[in-house]
């Protein structure tokens, strides 16, 4: 094979059949359309590019068709990557305890806008841990105004966290900066579905929380994932009246019909 590379000529459908009617020869490698070679019908790529017959034509007559030219595959056009917002760790901790924004990638968003029922729920869940944690000596039970820090740029707020006794966040009164709770909950509402199921799942995972628990009242069910290999796996998904025992807080329970309940009744008194 020559030191320099051939380059194979590339014949319209329109211009071979021109061709072979005055008897020229369009060889067998030659594609026979525009959009570039027909791999289905050449014997192999590398017969198509680098080794194509050196005479085309058996006649003179023909030798000056015109040859088209392959289009270029057009580059890709430069993926700007989406930068992060302006706002730190510094700028969350800053915010008063009724300014509800949570630090989403350098972002303060307000990723959800509590009702009534929302806070029964939340307020139930707080009073049925509270009273397993306080009975057995077991831990903490904290509320969503405490923050917690999963990088420079990203905060949130869960609606219910737990810390066990040999867990509890020390010395870190304005925000969690090292460490992590031992149970997170969150208590999904419309405006909240996509922070709590994506942007929230990875951060805790990230926290290294062992635990998360997703109530969603609108379909009540109540789902319970653990943390595996830095990922959260479900361990347990439950709806309607059943009733949370979960493994990992031995001798607690969560009546699902109870959080339902308190959300009838807030309904029926509006």
């Keep these: 094979m020559s030191g320099s590379r051939r380059r194979c000529t590339v014949y319209s459908d329109e211009e071979s059949v021109r061709l072979r009617r005055c008897g020229c020869h369009v060889p067998a490698w030659t594609p026979l359309?525009?959009?570039?070679?027909?791999?289905?019908r050449t014997p192999s790529r590398r017969s198509q590019l680098l080794d194509p017959p050196q005479s085309h034509l058996r006649h003179g007559a023909c030798s000056a068709a015109p040859a088209l030219v392959m289009?270029?595959?057009?580059?890709?056009?430069h993926v700007v990557s989406r930068e992060d917002g302006p706002h730190t760790w510094d700028d969350f901790i800053r915010l008063g305890?009724?300014?509800?924004?949570?630090?989403?990638d350098g972002e303060l968003v307000e990723v959800e806008v509590p009702t009534n029922a929302h806070e029964a729920i939340v307020a139930l869940l707080i009073e049925l841990l509270g009273h397993w944690a306080k009975t057995r000596h077991a831990g903490r039970v904290l509320g969503s105004a405490y923050k917690l820090r999963i990088s420079a740029k990203k905060g949130v707020m869960p609606d219910v966290q737990f810390y066990r006794a040999g867990n509890l966040p020390r010395g870190q009164s304005q925000g969690l900066v090292e460490g992590h709770p031992d149970l997170v909950v969150e208590v999904v509402s419309k405006t909240s579905a996509r922070y709590d199921?994506?942007?929230?799942?990875?951060?805790?995972?990230?926290?290294?929380?062992?635990?998360y628990w997703i109530v969603v009242p609108a379909a009540r069910t109540l789902e319970r994932l653990v943390l595996e290999t830095g990922r959260y796996a479900i361990a347990e998904a439950l709806a309607d009246d059943e009733v949370l025992r979960p493994a990992t807080f031995e001798g607690l329970e969560v009546p699902l019909a109870e959080l339902w309940q308190a959300v009838d009744e807030l309904e029926r008194d509006a």
Excluded: N, Q
């Design 33 to 40: 359309s525009r959009d570039g070679p027909d791999l289905a």
């Design 71 to 77: 289009p270029h595959t057009p580059a890709m056009p």
């Design 97 to 104: 305890e009724d300014d509800l924004r949570e630090l989403i």
């Design 197 to 211: 199921r994506v942007k929230k799942l990875s951060y805790y995972a990230l926290l290294g929380v062992p635990e």
